[in-house]
């Protein structure tokens, strides 16, 4: 789906992005308890942009008793089409807004705007129409038991769940939580990152121009350890689904123990992506560099470790340092920019560290490893070669520019190195032998396995991983799943 956009400078983002940025709760924009504000950022300018309401524990209480009204009264006993057909009136003025919500995240998220609207808004859009139809399809079944009872079962909406979202592709990732929660018949409190918050506030201004009763969808911005935790650990909320960093997953899984929140855990990878020998090498490499470069490396299924067989090696490594040296680096909002800056000063010093520690550990820098410029957090694509499997940067996810390439013998080495982290999300395999591909397929343990391609994510199929990658699956009817609960009920037919 392409949409059709037109950048100009004096556009309704910027008549957005002026205003005071409230918390919305209740269906209105609201000052926070506290009065206190913090500022945006744009990471390519590292101008402000914005200034934004910093919430704590009294607005998550408000923002919770309005989500459970909303549940109990209007949602919930809602005609589930209707329910559906205001989530389409949605995403109809997601399309209708779409220069201004695409523009809005290349700012916030420093995102070069070709990819936001190849991608995040899109699936965004995708995501709620999906889910939309979804509504009033979700069904039980009978079981038959035995003559004298009739045996059913129903899928009862979980209640109010806090929706915790990662900045690195704001509107699509928090968009994955939203439309199978309030499709399902659930209401939302959302926590967006600290760093990026303004698409959420203005989707979830559209969703109350769509007709989405007060209460339904309500957002507390402000900082993870006070939002976030006071959302996990309230009591009368019934679901935390959260995608980040395996740390905080973590602090997630003990404080959601309090009253047995369900969880569900989207967090980080260090994704292997295989080549053989046999492969395509150039369509290979080409999808190695875009499988890592792509958002400038901040993302979770990133292919930050490439594998490549022995005889392979020094092509595929001049192959994607050469695409690294090619892309157009630079203002986000110029159609033509392939890589942005990376979303904080913060996130640039640590992944400029991890080019120290890989130089340091004796990994060849076969490209970039620097900062671009001196305003914005701009970071050149980085290609190391030469890079042991036990090596810090090919354990531990960096998320940024920055490639691993490691060499291997056979399918056996390969499958070792592959599966050899503390995550699983997603792995890739290049070859023309379609036994090996099934072979790896088969042992790599990974929620998703790319064959002669690498990236993909459609929200019809499952995503996630387990171990440090999460727990649990979004998308598809695992998301229908995530956010019911099933009653199974008796009918005694002799009365
Ligand atoms: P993060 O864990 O620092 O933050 C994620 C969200 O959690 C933010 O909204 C943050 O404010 C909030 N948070 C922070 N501390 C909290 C606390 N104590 N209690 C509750 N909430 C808290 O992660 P990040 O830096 O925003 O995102 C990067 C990480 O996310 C990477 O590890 C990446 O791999 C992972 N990620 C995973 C997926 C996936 O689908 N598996 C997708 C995107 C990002």
Redesign the pocket.
């Known amino acids: 789906m392409l949409i059709a956009y037109d950048y100009r400078p004096e556009t309704a983002a910027a008549a957005f992005l002026a205003k005071p940025q409230g918390l919305l709760i209740d269906g209105g924009r609201v000052a926070s308890a506290s009065g206190r504000m913090f500022k945006s950022l744009n990471p390519a300018t590292e101008e402000v942009i914005a200034s934004i309401a910093e919430g704590n524990e009294a607005d998550v209480d408000r923002a919770v008793v309005s989500a459970r009204r909303a549940f109990e009264g209007p949602w919930r006993t809602m005609r589930a089409s209707e329910r559906g057909q205001i989530l389409q009136r949605w995403a109809g003025l997601l399309k209708q807004h779409a220069d201004e919500i695409v523009e809005l995240e290349s700012l916030d998220a420093g995102k070069p705007i070709a990819a936001v609207l190849r991608q995040d808004l899109p699936a965004a859009i995708d995501t709620l129409t999906y889910y939309a139809g979804w509504a009033d399809k979700i069904s039980g079944d009978v079981v038959p038991v035995r003559d004298d009872a009739l045996t059913y079962t129903v899928r009862e909406p979980v209640g109010v769940v806090a929706a ?6 704001p509107l699509m ?1 928090g968009m994955w939580k939203l439309a199978p929660a309030l499709a399902c018949g659930c209401t939302v409190v959302m ?5 990026t918050s303004l698409s959420a506030l203005r989707i979830g201004e559209l969703a109350l121009e769509a007709g989405l009763p007060p209460g339904v969808f309500n957002i507390v911005t402000g ?3 006070v ?3 006071a ?2 650990n309230h009591p009368d909320v019934d679901k935390v689904t ?8 973590r ?2 899984m003990k ?1 959601a123990s309090g009253n047995f929140k369900r969880v569900s855990l ?4 260090k994704s292997a992506n295989v080549i053989f020998a046999d492969a395509d090498l150039e369509a290979a490499s080409k999808a190695a560099a875009s499988g890592i470069f792509f958002n400038a490396g ?4 990133a292919g930050s470790r490439v594998l490549v067989q022995e005889s392979a090696y020094d092509e595929v490594v001049e192959r994607i340092a050469a695409r690294a040296r090619s892309l157009r680096i630079g203002d986000p909002l110029d159609r033509s920019t392939a890589l942005g800056p990376v979303i904080s000063e913060k ?1 640039m010093k640590s992944i400029l560290d991890y080019v120290d520690i890989g130089r340091q550990e004796g990994a060849s820098l076969v490209t970039g490893g620097e900062r671009v410029g001196k305003r914005g957090y701009f970071v050149s694509p980085t290609v190391f070669a030469n890079v042991a499997h036990e090596m810090r940067i090919s354990q531990e ?1 960096i ?1 940024g520019p920055v490639v691993s390439v490691i060499r291997f013998k056979d399918e056996a080495d390969a499958l070792r190195i592959a599966n050899g982290t503390a995550y699983s ?1 997603a792995a890739g395999i290049w070859s023309r032998d379609i036994g090996r591909l099934q072979r790896f397929a088969k042992k790599a343990r990974a929620g998703t396995v790319w064959m002669n391609t690498y990236g993909y994510t459609d929200v019809r199929l499952p ?3 387990e171990r440090d ?2 727990l649990g699956r ?1 998308h598809g009817t695992a998301a229908i799943d995530n956010f019911t609960e099933p009653k199974a009920v008796w009918v005694n037919l002799n009365v």
């Open positions: 915790i979202v990662p900045w690195n592709f990732i926590k967006p990152a600290e760093l900082p993870g350890r939002v976030g935790d959302l996990v959260f995608t980040g960093s395996p740390g905080v997953g602090g997630i404080g989207e967090l980080g990878g901040q993302v979770c299924s996130q996810e998320f999300l995503w996630g991983g990658s999460g979004e």
